[in-house]
């Protein structure tokens, strides 16, 4: 295990984390918005994220395909090892948020409620008003 590789599997995590947290978001706004929990809500999502994050990962790769061909030559020492980790981890992502995340928060997912927070608060602004009304 060399320093290059360290540093790439922490940028893998860090890509990784981002791509999850997105899509939970997105599944949960959905829901919030009024749309039912269900296959459709993740099936629909997970393919509307997955070409922005396959885009993000053929960019990264392209990125890093030469320094791993490149591999041991003389001031590489460092991104060879790096960039073996990242597109190893690349492949993981993806895999990883086309496969593991959808079905497992189909299974554990969050129902969210929708949002009536400012149906409430007009709700009991317009309560306020009608008692100091009755009140004069």
């Known amino acids: 295990v060399s320093l290059g590789s360290v ?25 919030r918005g009024g749309e039912p929990f269900g296959q459709d809500l993740i099936i629909g999502e997970t393919a509307r994220l997955v070409a922005p994050s396959a885009t993000s990962v053929v960019a990264i ?5 030469p320094l791993v061909l490149a591999g041991s030559r003389a001031g590489l020492e460092l991104v060879g090892p790096m960039g073996v980790a990242v597109l190893g981890g690349l492949v993981t992502t993806m895999l990883l948020l086309v496969t ?22 007009f709700a009991s602004d317009l309560l306020a008003a009608t008692k100091l009304q009755a009140d004069t």
């Open 7 to 31: 540093a790439g599997i922490f940028a893998i995590f860090a890509l990784a984390t981002r791509g999850v947290v997105l899509l939970l978001r997105n599944y949960q706004r959905r829901e």
């Open 61 to 65: 790769a392209a990125v890093f395909i």
């Open 100 to 121: 593991v995340v959808p079905p497992l928060y189909l299974r554990w997912g969050y129902i969210a409620k929708p949002d009536t927070y400012a149906d409430d608060l």
